[in-house]
Each structure stands twice: as structure tokens, then as C-alpha cells.
């Protein structure tokens, strides 16, 4: 089946525009993330959604993100403002909320400010 | 609070030797643990995951993992390095409680020279 979207791939913004990314989750998926991963580093957690419940946004760095979710379906990450140390690979993941709740992660997208 | 720490930012083999990547959890509950593997310029993807059935886990590519309770330690190794197995690893924790967030390690880059 089709596995976990992401749009765009890349984008390159000039410093002080908003940005909008977004994902499409696998169908049935309850949960999603988003994490950021700068260049030659681990992943950051930003933000996570399951079914209804509040999202968790304790990883999100400033009041410039902020992320939304429709039901379990797709979910958009914004950044407004953009600095360029914003510059960075923004990955979403989805997964089951039975099992192990193993994520499977989209293919990300390259945001670069300039 | 659950936590994931990978011993070793670093490793480096030569084909044909064997692997151990190093990863220690803190849990208050029986956890469930997973290694992702990244290659360069690819996406996330699970190698193996661990939960609560046999404490010998086998994963893809001849990588296992041995979980051990009373060493709080989820280690991956694999007999013999191949040139196809340098990337970055990241083991990673499930949160206990109601929202199933993954906690992630930092990750450890395997380098493996011929």
C-alpha cells in the first residue's frame, strides 16, 4: 500500500516568509509526528498527534511552529517567520495505535533558508 | 521518564568483522524498543523491533538485537559488516503511557572500511 507522503521535497524560502509543509499519513494511521533533522544530526521531536487527543507540542521550539491535524488524516507543519536556523530536513512519521508502534517515516522535506 | 542513550556517537569496523551498537534505556515499565537504520540521503527504516516476546531479536540485513532486562541494554550487532551497512543507526524507546510517544537516541554513524 502506499506508505507515508510528504510535500513539498524541497523548499528554499527567503528568511522572514512562512512555510507550510505537509503529510500524508498511511490510511488507518492514528498517530503522526513531526521531527526535525539538521544536517549530520539525530532527529528532534516537534510535535505529535494521536486520534483525538490534545497533541503533544512539547518539542516545538518557538511559538513559530505550529502544526494541524484533521481527524487522522493529513497534517500541515507551519513556520512563520523563518530564520535560517530553521534550515533543516522536517520528517513525519505514522503509525498504528495497536501493536508496537513502529513509525513509518515519509521521505521528508529539505527546507533551506536563505 | 523514559530515556535512550547510545554509548557511541561513532564506529568504525572493517568488512567482515563484527558489529555491536550500544544502546541503554531507562524504563519504569516493560518496554518496547526499536533500531532504525538512515542511509545517506534515504529515508528512516525499521531493522528490528523488541516487544516483550523473545528477548532475542532478529531483525533485516542479518542484524539481531538482544534485550536485557537486568542490564537495561538493547545492543544490535551483526556477525560480519558488509560495505552496504554504513549509516546511522538510532535505537529507539516507547514512551509508557497514554500517548505512546518514541523517545530517540542520538544515533551512531557505522563507518566500514574495506
Known amino acids: 500500500g502506499a506508505g507515508v507522503s510528504q510535500s513539498p521535497s524541497n523548499k528554499v524560502t527567503e528568511k522572514g516568509k512562512d512555510v507550510e509543509l505537509r503529510c500524508d499519513p498511511i490510511s488507518g494511521h492514528t498517530a503522526l509526528y513531526w521531527y526535525r533533522q539538521r544536517l549530520g544530526q539525530g532527529l528532534e521531536f516537534l510535535i505529535y498527534?494521536?486520534?483525538?487527543?490534545?497533541?503533544?507540542k512539547s518539542g516545538l521550539p518557538s511559538d513559530r511552529f505550529s502544526a494541524e491535524r484533521t481527524g487522522e488524516s493529513v497534517s500541515t507543519l507551519t513556520i512563520q517567520r523563518t530564520q535560517q536556523e530553521d534550515s533543516a530536513v522536517y520528517l513525519c512519521a505514522s503509525s498504528r495505535r495497536d501493536g508496537a508502534y513502529e513509525q513509518y517515516f515519509g521521505p521528508g522535506t529539505r527546507l533551506t533558508v536563505t | 521518564a523514559q530515556s535512550v542513550t547510545q554509548l557511541d556517537s561513532h564506529v568504525s569496523v572493517s568488512e567482515g568483522t563484527p558489529v555491536l551498537l550500544r544502546c541503554n534505556y531507562s524504563?519504569?515499565?516493560?518496554?518496547?524498543l526499536f533500531w532504525y537504520v538512515q542511509h545517506p540521503n534515504k529515508g528512516l527504516q525499521l531493522l528490528l523491533k523488541y516487544t516483550s516476546a523473545a528477548t532475542l531479536v532478529k531483525g533485516i540485513n542479518g542484524f539481531e538485537a538482544e534485550f536485557k532486562k537486568s542490564e537495561t541494554s538493547f545492543h544490535l550487532t551483526k556477525p560480519s559488516a558488509h560495505m552496504s551497512d554504513a549509516a546511522e543507526y538510532f535505537c529507539?524507546?516507547?514512551?509508557?503511557?497514554?500517548?505512546?510517544?518514541?523517545?530517540w537516541g542520538l544515533g551512531t554513524s557505522l563507518a566500514v572500511n574495506p
Open positions: 524504563s519504569s515499565y516493560s518496554p518496547s
Open positions: 498527534f494521536q486520534g483525538n487527543s490534545a497533541p503533544d
Open positions: 529507539v524507546v516507547r514512551n509508557a503511557g497514554n500517548n505512546r510517544k518514541l523517545i
